[in-house]
């Protein structure tokens, strides 16, 4: 009797929960439609009318995140949890992690945090500009400085960069990322070496040529469609910078961007934000899971995944070339004459030097980042001290990647990230990478036609396998080393990554 | 030193309700985007998912709406009224007024209203679908019933129907209404017999053709930009049915429709469309101002007045079609070669018979108006019975424009309003009519160059005419009626419309 009746509250006490976790989620994805439309429709004037309602509404997300009645829910459930089915102990456990980070930080802190936003990266405009680091310097520091105050507030017994590393990979930890990333540069600068020295570059100048824009849009759009983006539950348009937004899974919002002089960038980018999209809009829209933080996108690692896997596993093979070709012969008819082989081989050219991390290839892209991950955590453990950032900067770029920038506005000052106080961010998106790539080389076992489908334009297969096991998960696993077991059997192994370049590479650039 | 302390009192209430306010503003103007998103952009697949993110915004707003804060507030500057300026005493007069009718509807009430919205209108879609009025009018019943017990809530004192209107029409009543209309009856209805008996009408054959839907695109954004629309602060889209919405004075959103066959309807509506724009835009950003309620727009008959200002009182003029023709010319060169006298005459030839008020014209409007707010007037007074509604339609169709209905789809159900509960709303439309034809009329005296000026494209002087004396008002005066006194020394005076109209048709159909 007495436990019908607690379960019968416990029941009522979900049923609160969920309501208030569904009214957060509708108001989350009107912030979403505004973020879409402010980059994308947004008349310039605007921008001031704009700030308001972005403002008024996130005092209204405050205060409904930080409600004391959810956080009474969440104390009596969380005392409950033997009752809780595994899909409802994941909502009330990522709600309590949301609901303690988000009551965790003082309002000073926060209104300092605030300030700091707008002020640093005004600042790192500005001293990018001139390229003088000093100038920047001071705001670097008070990010350092209201990051470790704002760890300690929410957990004052971890080391403080692995609480600000879960706002962006949840589960995650620095030993983890030392001991990922470690194996990572120890096998990726010889081979980078090695193949520099003794490899013999595929020839992509041929790729070169001026390619309309509009017809770029139209083949991107086909792409899309092809690899299955639904415009019944989203949209395409062109916009500067590209990106996947939207306002729920059913509206999902992608967007590229073309540049005449380069078809395989804008390729590549409507391929990695379909990747983006095809992950929210396979997202379970049961009625357990609709609208609960289940079914939020696990990790910005996860998502990456997603995104790379489409655009790099897929969308840089060789199978997928031999798709391709065809539809870029049939939208620019004077495109060159020449085999999937070679098509493939000079869209995957390694680019050198390698200085600017948004401009580098799959090779070269985990070791800048490996660089910022150690300073990022020098600088938030004391072992790195701000001043130091612009020196330990280009020796670590001339030790990993072989290359030291001229000035610091190629070198620390090239990424708008610390400016907006973001520290974890960076190794997201070399997890990203590890993720897909180990992802794929299993999906390759469970689909032996895998490689044939592709080359046929069939990828159907391929997104319903990644659909079943990955999108309509959502954050049902705790940490994507707990969905990459539940995927492949095995947390992530940087090893797996290591021999798919070697091998990818070795062939490519014919190591003997 | 008491006064002084009751000042100081009163300006930080003052201060304070002016946050509130502009919250619920900028939270306005999210729910003004997420409508125009809904119609312009949406994915279809997201029809579910928007109904969430609405329910839950509205949610929001009720509660900020009826804040018991902002009421305090309210009471608090209310009692001090003799310390506030104009501007600040228009401020409380309209947010009380809001509070007021907010607050007094009970929640039960509210839920039967919300639940009537739904099921009135399938029921209304299927009724006209059959023409079988039967079906829809338990449901009107209901609609009158509701509507009534909410404007006894409102104001118990007042006569019902006057509280509904002023959701509309604030400031108007059913005196003043049924004085109003009595006179346009009794001078449009012998009007409109003459003109069919002795009349000529023009000729407009050869305006029938077909018109390129982007060319007309192309031409109907010429004439917007022309007229003063501001991009910059605003977008012009294409919709299923053209309408202006939007965020923010600065992000004012129009779109406009086309119809092959059909180059009049397509440039009229966009001309409408850039009325009602122009008022939006030239909304007053000053900081005592914005985004407060004495920036709203004062009525809907005003708002009325300004999309009709510019759609009939100045493009359905002979100067405008001098301007114009060279430029429909332009984007369509075969248009026939006439004279912009031919042309301005064929645009505004009377339909015959006149059965379905959307597509009737400046003259026959009014009547199909005046019918409309004779029988909901009756319903809500209780003089006329739900059961009757069809007959006394018919009725008055005959009396007043010469034609009855073949059948309830073509008569009283051809209108949304009554299943959506707009009870006051109808007037609105005929108000704004003859608002627009008064305020021309003092504009040209005001303006003596105005219509060469029209005729040469030059659409500033009178643009900002408008926009110092109406637009740069918003709310500013309590009502359509004190407006019109300010801009023209006169209430609104039926006789100008009248006059203007008889004028107008007497020469172009030629009567002696």
Redesign the interface.
């Known amino acids: 009797m007495a436990a019908a009746v607690a379960e019968a509250s416990t029941s009522k006490a979900y049923d609160e929960l969920t309501g208030k976790l ?2 957060l989620d ?2 989350n ?2 912030s979403g ?2 973020g879409w ?1 402010e980059l994308v ?6 921008v ?3 700030g ?2 972005k ?3 996130a ?2 997300l405050y205060d409904k995140r930080t409600d004391k009645q959810l956080g009474g829910l969440l104390q009596q459930l969380k005392a409950a949890a033997g009752e809780l089915d595994p899909v409802q102990a994941a909502v009330v456990r990522d709600a309590s992690r949301s609901y303690t980070r988000e009551t965790a930080v003082p309002k000073e802190l926060a209104q300092r945090i605030a300030k700091l936003e707008t002020d640093a990266y005004v600042a790192w405009v500005a001293a990018r500009k001139e390229s003088n680091f000093s100038k920047f310097a001071p705001f670097l520091q008070q990010w350092v400085d209201v990051n470790k105050q704002k760890a300690a507030a929410i957990d004052p017994a971890a080391p403080a960069y692995d609480v600000l590393l879960d706002d962006y990979e949840k589960g995650m930890t620095s030993a983890r990322l030392d001991e990922i990333f470690a194996e990572v540069r120890k096998g990726l600068v010889p081979l980078l070496a090695e193949l520099r020295e003794k490899g013999s570059p595929p020839d992509d100048a041929w790729l070169a040529g001026s390619y309309s824009l509009d017809t770029q849009a139209a083949l991107c759009r086909e792409v899309a469609l092809a690899l299955g983006f ?6 395409l348009d062109v916009s500067v910078h590209p990106f996947t937004g939207g ?5 999902v919002r992608m967007t590229t961007r073309f540049k005449e002089g380069d078809l395989t960038e804008g390729l590549t980018g409507a391929i990695h934000e379909t990747g983006h999209a095809l992950y929210e809009q396979g997202r379970n829209l049961g009625k357990e899971w609709e ?1 609960l933080p289940v079914n939020s996108a696990l990790s910005m690692g996860i998502h990456e995944s997603q995104s790379l896997f489409w655009e790099r596993m897929v969308g840089l093979s060789q199978p997928f070339a031999e798709w391709l070709l065809p539809l870029v012969s049939k939208h620019f008819p004077e495109f060159p004459k020449r085999s999937a082989a070679d098509f493939y081989a000079a869209e995957n050219v390694i680019k050198s030097p390698s200085l600017i991390r948004v401009e580098a290839d799959e090779v070269t892209y985990p070791l800048h980042i490996i660089l910022r991950y150690e300073i990022e955590r020098g600088l938030i453990d004391g072992t790195i001290k701000v001043e130091d950032v612009p020196t330990i900067w280009n020796q670590k770029m001339k030790d990993y990647l072989g290359t030291a920038p001229e000035d610091d506005a190629k070198g620390c000052l090239q990424d708008v990230h610390w400016s907006a106080g973001l520290f974890g961010y960076f190794p997201t998106y070399s997890l990203g990478a590890m993720y897909a790539c180990q992802i794929y080389e299993h999906a390759k076992q469970q689909l032996p036609e895998l490689e044939q489908q592709v080359a046929a334009g069939n990828f159907t297969p391929l997104r319903e396998w990644l659909n079943e096991h990955i999108h309509r998960k959502g954050s049902l696993h705790p940490s994507g080393d707990a969905l990459m077991t539940a995927v492949t059997g095995n947390a992530l192994q940087p090893q797996v990554f290591l021999a798919y370049l070697r091998s990818k590479y070795s062939k490519l650039y014919k190591l003997s």
């Open positions: 569904r009214e509708a108001l994805g009107i439609l505004l439309d429709m947004m008349p310039e004037g605007a001031g009318s704009r308001a309602q403002s008024a509404l005092g209204v639904d415009t019944n539950n989203g949209r306002s729920h899974p059913t509206d609208g």
